[in-house]
Nanobody, 126 residues
Framework: QVQLVESGGGLVQAGGSLRLSCAAS????????MAWSRQAPGKEREFVAG????????YYQDSVKGRFTISRDNAQNTVWLQMDSLKPEDTAVYYC???????????????????WGKGALVTVSS
């Protein structure tokens, strides 16, 4: 059974940092590209970062470029999202997802993701 389990969410003041982790099990992690998405209250889900199977290629939504960093360790079956200079508008539930079909042109599409985590809440206070 495939599981993606996010951790590291919480409450932080604007300008602060958080590091989200996503631990994967039940799949050959190195065969999957990974992505982080988020959903704020009353808003549609949006993808914020993606990373290739090897970790050599990363993708970012414009609003988080320079503030968020996605990384992975295939030996630990884990992907991280380092979030710095957080803003109140970053408040959302953050989800990790895995995909065997992720590319530079489709990394923001829900329908190419194979597995999803249950999410971690990030709240940024002003």
């Amino acid at each position: 059974q495939v599981q993606l389990v996010e951790s590291g969410g919480g409450l932080v003041q604007a300008g602060g940092s958080l590091r989200l982790s996503c631990a994967a099990s039940g799949l050959t992690f190195s065969m999957y590209a990974m992505a982080w998405s988020r959903q704020a209250p009353g808003k549609e889900r949006e993808f914020v970062a993606g990373i290739s199977r090897s970790g050599e290629i990363t993708y970012y939504q414009d609003s988080v470029k320079g503030r968020f960093t996605i990384s992975r360790d295939n030996a630990q079956n884990t992907v991280w999202l380092q979030m710095d200079s957080l803003k109140p508008e970053d408040t959302a539930v953050y989800y990790c997802a895995s995909s065997r079909r992720l590319t530079s042109s489709n990394w923001r599409r829900d329908n190419i993701m194979d597995y999803w985590g249950k999410g971690a809440l990030v709240t940024v206070s002003s």
